[in-house]
């Protein structure tokens, strides 16, 4: 899968991220878009590194929507505590 499918996976994660843990994010829906690509990208190299679970070539491989659903959502975590609820 390309750089091209990895960003469509990290924009349908995020989304996913998003859905999972709703709420107002500080920075709206483009930064917590960029969260998803971003977290696409950490989930699927941690899982690769450290799992020792090759990132596979397939867009619909369940193990890299969940590596890159758990990246977001843990990017989308330290997020929320690094930056808060500056949208009051």
Not at 34 to 48: P, Q, R, T, Y
Not at 54 to 76: C, K, R
Request: glycine content about 18%; proline content about 3%; overall charge positive.
């Amino acid at each position: 899968m390309g750089v091209i499918g990895w960003i469509v996976l990290g924009l349908l994660a995020g989304g996913i991220a998003k859905f999972l843990l709703p709420g107002r994010d500080p920075g709206g829906f483009i930064v917590t878009t960029l969260i998803g690509v971003a977290g696409a990208f950490v989930g699927g190299w941690l899982s690769a590194k450290f799992l020792h679970r090759p990132i596979d070539n397939h867009f619909f491989d369940l193990a890299t929507w969940g590596a890159a659903i758990a990246g977001s959502l843990v990017l989308l975590i330290g997020y929320r505590i690094l930056f808060g609820n500056s949208r009051d």
